[in-house]
T-cell receptor, first 114, second 115 residues
Framework: AQKVTQAQTEISVVEKEDVTLDCVYE???????LFWYKQPPSGELVFLIR??????QNEISGRYSWNFQKSTSSFNFTITASQVVDSAVYFC???????????FGAGTRLTVKP | DAGVIQSPRHEVTEMGQEVTLRCKPI?????LFWYRQTMMRGLELLIY????????DSGMPEDRFSAKMPNASFSTLKIQPSEPRDSAVYFC?????????????FGDGTRLSIL
């Protein structure tokens, strides 16, 4: 069965610090997809990135970067030079191929203080 | 393009009442999902549809919950009768293609409070 673990319940940093949010997943499938979503205080869920299991290249988008390592079943998310607007709950999620049942981790609440 | 539209944004009602949550997916999206978010259980998938047909409703907690998708642009999630433990934020999401896993786009959610 698919499972996503976000061990960090809450993280608090000061603005401009770098922060990494951990995500560890479990699946028996060889083809699967990993996602990160952001839930700001306003409550909506915002898609950030999708990565399939055959693409282990790291991705960078502005201050955001993602490190996918199949050897450790991890898909970690780093925010560089964090800003107050980055404060949100961040969810990692997993879907197995042919199965739209996207399983979410419990989320990590990030607070960035000015 | 308009995103996923959910209504109402907030609902407060007394236990025992029927509650109907509504969702309009993004035009052209073939899959529609209903999720429930609570502090205790996080985000849970309740049911999803593909081309208006329910594919997996194993997440629906009880017979009090039902969902329909009468056409490609509208879905409802109904709770009858409602109970205080149903209080949660209910999200609807849609995605364009079932065969290739695409990101799901979420609505703003309905915050439901059952008194």
């Amino acid at each position: 069965a698919q499972k996503v673990t976000q061990a960090q319940t809450e993280i608090s940093v000061v603005e401009k610090e770098d922060v990494t949010l951990d995500c560890v997943y479990e699946t028996r499938d060889t083809t699967y997809y990993l996602f990160w979503y952001k839930q700001p205080p306003s409550g909506e869920l915002v898609f950030l990135i999708r990565r399939n299991s055959f693409d282990e290249q790291n991705e960078i988008s502005g201050r955001y970067s993602w490190n996918f390592q199949k050897s450790t079943s991890s898909f970690n998310f780093t925010i560089t030079a964090s800003q107050v607007v980055d404060s949100a709950v961040y969810f990692c999620a997993l879907s197995e191929a042919g199965n739209n049942d996207m399983r979410f981790g419990a989320g990590t609440r990030l607070t960035v203080k000015p | 393009d308009a995103g996923v539209i959910q209504s109402p944004r907030h609902e407060v009602t007394e236990m025992g009442q029927e509650v109907t949550l509504r969702c309009k997916p993004i035009s052209g999206h073939n899959s529609l999902f209903w999720y429930r978010q609570t502090m205790m259980r996080g985000l849970e998938l309740l049911i999803y549809f593909n081309n208006n047909v329910p594919i997996d409703d194993s997440g629906m907690p009880e017979d009090r919950f039902s969902a329909k998708m009468p056409n490609a642009s509208f879905s409802t999630l109904k709770i009858q009768p409602s109970e205080p433990r149903d209080s949660a934020v209910y999200f609807c999401a849609s995605s364009p293609d079932r065969d290739v896993i695409q990101p799901q786009h979420f609505g703003d959610g309905t915050r439901l409070s059952i008194l």
